[in-house]
């Protein structure tokens, strides 16, 4: 069984209520990712990442790869791929550039440097957006014809990603298109392509909603999901 | 309606009269470019002038924004150590030889151009150095087409001309939330990739320049293969102190140095 | 004792002499001993034979080979160059076995009269030469395999002058040395791995090399194409410590080279 979590968000009590949740499972966790955005323009992101880097005693050892924060912060610190932190000043205004830069000391800027840009297993890619850009946001409304592409890019069947927050199962079902090309010297005959099917999973958001922390297993024997939601916090109990 | 569309023209001036002589011949109303005018070959500044001065809509190639931007291509284009320094001999030269105003003209060509359901552009709609090679997966090519919401989309950069229609495509999707499930069916009408080959670096085996012509009444389209007299180009690759090496291998067919067999590498840079 | 034989073969530049000397040597597993005559001593062909028949000793011409001959089938070629009249040798040439390798048609020459088998190979006349062929020595120099296979293509089709017959050793970076040879007349072209040790440990030291007959060859131009194939200090350094850390990961420690 894997777990696969993203957007902790600098979040730690959602992160323990996950890791809480997991350690009731009966079925070991062979492989738990982190895809990205671990940090968030929080100091506790410190604290969290500390705590991810000290699993106790029965706890799965954390797989993680960088996310749309943590290039932000790469980008403050001139360690990005791109240049100016454009989106980041977009999204969240200018004043968001001195909260990211002086809530991230430089042990975690260090650690965020270490980290994956996604992993491959099995037939499954993990990532935190795709492999173009760590932004790319694919949700349930995302074409499908750009879901493919993103799938075929890493040559993967299973693609899973947190940069929308959402939990979703995207499934590609079935497919066909005919392909004639024509060269100076050759027509080729029609050729159709049939595609088997793959999925494209979003796979929550640990820490970005107060409160409710959700996340996603996966059985890689079976091939099922389990989307899985904790809540956690002084609104627990009121559900 | 006709337009002609060519690419790659890579500093080829004998190469490019030839094939705007045939251009004419062949009556077409509109002529279209898709970048590339300069490097590797003797003729930069005068395929530029030609360019401007009949007014051609292009589109900025790879070697145009690298003389732009004092870059010398990504080096993961090359396949070999050896293309790659004969790359950047080419670059060293060309950069050396072209005229200011032909840099800003260059520097001021746009990555793509819309012309109602027709898009042009050098490499692929995501970037200028990928090449949209013939076989790459059906589905990726529907892709790239439909990414620009044009019906036909007109590339070059990988010098070897080609229609490729993509017809009767169809998606079952299938989406499950925590709240709800939904299916839905898509449908794509036909579309197409037509690569303009290249006037005057051709990777087809034969030292002729290539082109294309579609015509938008019948939508169909002929590759044109032009005749001319390479000789030329390959005496004035050595006179200009090129490398020798480039009019031996214009002479044969084949590109002066050769690139990345990836079919959809893209740039990292 | 009997004697082994001595067999002397001499021809023409590309008519294939290594050729037919590499025929008979990778046919038979007794041990053997080889050396080049004349100032045309190639050491490709040293290197090739050698390392493709672990069984033939190598000698060099200023070594007592005749106590050899005693022992062990000795082949001694004998460079084209040379006056086949006045060749000096620690033995009577009666008592040798003369092979003149020919190409076709040449009807009659100083080697019909002097050898005891004419053999003519596939090479044509006007693709073999009397003169030296020149030659580049690369020891020292690795190269990266698709630089390699483009200047080995542009080569063979007369980018650099026209070429009956080439010969090369090369090392690439991977600390593998490869054998590649082209002849107009021959089969295909051959190139293949060369049985010896990985060089992963800074510059090799064995020998490497080109050798090409041919008409209106540019020497500087190919010498200088060879060495744009080359790998620098630093890239050499940085490859060759990626494929040690590789084979480390991969096999057991004592095999570590």
Redesign the interface.
């Known amino acids: 069984m894997w777990a696969i979590a993203s957007g902790i968000e600098g979040n730690l009590a959602a992160y323990e209520a996950v890791v809480a949740d997991l350690k009731k499972s009966r079925q070991e966790v062979e492989n738990f990712y982190l895809l990205g955005d671990i940090i968030g323009p929080t100091a506790e992101s410190n604290r969290l990442v500390k705590r991810i880097q000290q699993p106790r005693n029965g706890e799965p050892i954390p797989l993680v790869c960088q996310g749309w924060w943590e290039e932000q912060i790469l980008i403050l610190h001139t360690l990005g791929r791109t240049g100016e932190p454009t989106e980041l000043i977009d999204r969240y205004g200018i004043d968001m550039t001195k909260t990211l830069w002086d809530a991230i000391d430089s042990t975690t800027l260090k650690w965020v440097q270490s980290l994956e840009f996604g992993f491959a297993e099995l037939d499954c890619f993990l990532i935190h957006g795709s492999s173009v850009d760590v932004s790319d946001e694919l949700t349930p409304t995302t074409d499908p014809i750009q879901m493919l592409d993103k799938l075929s890019r890493m040559e993967a069947n299973q693609l899973f990603c947190g940069r929308s927050g959402l939990a979703f199962e995207y499934k590609i079902e079935s497919g066909s298109l005919t392909s004639q090309v024509q060269t100076l010297d050759t027509l080729s005959a029609p050729t159709p392509t049939v595609l088997s099917p793959r999925r494209i999973v979003g796979v929550g958001s640990v820490g970005r909603i107060e409160g409710k922390a959700s996340y996603t297993l996966y059985y890689p024997g079976s091939n099922k999901l389990e989307f899985k939601t904790v809540r956690y916090g002084a609104k627990k109990g009121f559900g | 309606m006709k337009i002609a569309v060519m690419s790659c023209i890579h500093g080829n001036y004998e190469a490019l009269n030839a094939v705007l002589s045939d251009i004419d011949r062949q009556k077409a109303d509109r002529i279209f470019c898709l970048g590339d005018l300069v490097g590797y070959g003797p003729h930069p500044n005068a395929v530029v002038e030609m360019i401007r001065s009949m007014d051609i809509p292009t589109v900025q190639g790879c070697w145009d924004e690298d003389i732009v931007e004092g870059l010398n291509a990504c080096e993961c284009s090359y396949p070999s150590i050896l293309a790659e320094k004969r790359g950047k001999a080419a670059h060293e030269w060309t950069n050396d030889q072209i005229q200011p105003e032909v840099r800003e003209y260059l520097a001021q060509l746009p990555l793509s151009l819309r012309e109602e359901n027709l898009c042009f552009v050098h490499g692929s709609p995501h970037n200028q150095h990928e090449y949209l090679m013939p076989e790459i997966n059906a589905f990726t090519a529907l892709e790239r087409v439909m990414a620009t919401g044009a019906d036909v989309l007109f590339c070059g950069h990988t010098h070897i001309p080609y229609v490729r229609t993509l017809d009767a495509g169809q998606l079952a999707v299938k989406v499950q939330q925590p709240e709800g499930t939904s299916t839905k069916q898509f449908t794509a009408p036909l579309k197409q990739i037509i690569n303009a080959g290249s006037v005057g670096e051709p990777r087809h085996g034969r030292p002729n320049a290539t082109y294309v012509i579609y015509d938008t009444d019948d939508k169909l389209t002929t590759l044109r293969e032009v005749e001319y007299d390479y000789q030329l180009t390959c005496q004035a690759i050595i006179d200009k102190g090129l490398p020798a090496i480039f009019a031996w291998r214009l002479a044969q067919g084949l590109e002066y140095a050769e690139r990345a067999e990836d079919p959809t590498h893209v740039c990292e840079r | 004792m009997d004697r082994h034989p001595i067999y002397l073969v001499t021809g023409p530049c590309g008519s294939g002499k290594t050729t037919w000397i590499h025929q008979q040597l990778i046919t038979s597993t007794e041990p053997s001993a080889y050396i080049c005559l004349g100032a045309d001593a190639t050491p490709i062909d040293l290197t090739y034979l050698t390392a493709t028949c672990p069984h033939v000793k190598p000698i060099s011409a200023g070594a007592s080979w005749t106590q050899l001959a005693e022992i062990q089938p000795l082949y001694v070629e004998v460079a084209p160059q040379l006056d086949l009249a006045s060749l000096q040798l620690p033995v009577s040439i009666e008592s040798c076995q003369r092979i003149a390798i020919v190409p076709k048609g040449l009807i009659e020459s100083e080697y019909h009269d002097w050898a005891t088998q004419t053999l003519i190979s596939e090479v044509t006349e006007k693709n073999a030469t009397l003169t030296a062929s020149p030659r580049w020595g690369l020891t020292g120099e690795v190269l990266?395999p698709?630089?390699l296979?483009?200047?080995w293509d542009?080569l063979i089709?007369g980018?650099y002058g026209s070429v009956a017959r080439a010969k090369g050793i090369f090392e690439i970076v991977d600390g593998r040395s490869f054998y590649f040879s082209f002849g107009i007349g021959y089969p295909d072209l051959t190139y293949f791995e060369l049985p010896l040790p990985p060089g992963l440990t800074g510059r090799p030291t064995r020998f490497s090399g080109l050798e090409v007959v041919g008409d209106k060859l540019q020497a500087q131009?190919i010498m200088e194409?060879l060495q744009?194939?080359?790998?620098d200090d630093n890239?050499l350094a940085y490859y060759q410590d990626q494929i040690r850390s590789q084979l480390s990961t991969e096999l057991p420690a004592e095999v570590l080279i």
């Open positions: 990266d698709a630089s296979n483009v200047f542009e089709q980018a131009v194409t744009d194939c080359g790998l890239a």
